[in-house]
Structures are given as structure tokens and as C-alpha cells.
């Protein structure tokens, strides 16, 4: 058998970020999840920001039913 050895500490360093930063990531990923979630699982009928074009929709169409959306 044969054994790894790495040289030296291999300790791991945390990465540390300022608290606003951090919200600054934090909202945006909310936003764009936010954003993500409405264009696959709502943006339809009614409720659609792009009116009776249905674009959005069908471009999403098959990921909507593999992620359990109805949308018939």
C-alpha cells in the first residue's frame, strides 16, 4: 500500500468576509433566485409580465413539469 503525505500544515483558512458584503451577496442571490422561481413557475396566464406572449413559458415548458408546476 502506499501512504500520502502532504508537506507541511495543511490547515484550512476561513474566508473572511464583511457583514456587508455578505448581505449584498445575500440579496442578490435572493433576487435572482426570486427571479428564476417566477420565470419557471409562475410567469403564466394572468399573472404573466409579458402579457399573452408566451415565450417564457414554453422556453421553460419541460423544466416546469420535471420540477412538478402545473401548467395545462
Known sequence: MSSMSTP???EATPVVL???QAVLWLA???ILA???YYFIGVDQGAVSVF???MHV???V???R???GFPCH
Open 28 to 30: 442578490g442571490t435572493t
Open 18 to 20: 464583511p457583514v456587508s
Open 51 to 53: 402579457g399573452r406572449d
Open 65 to 67: 413539469h420535471f420540477l
Open 8 to 10: 507541511g500544515s495543511s
Open 34 to 36: 426570486l427571479a428564476l
Open 57 to 59: 413559458h414554453e422556453f
Open 61 to 63: 415548458h419541460d423544466a
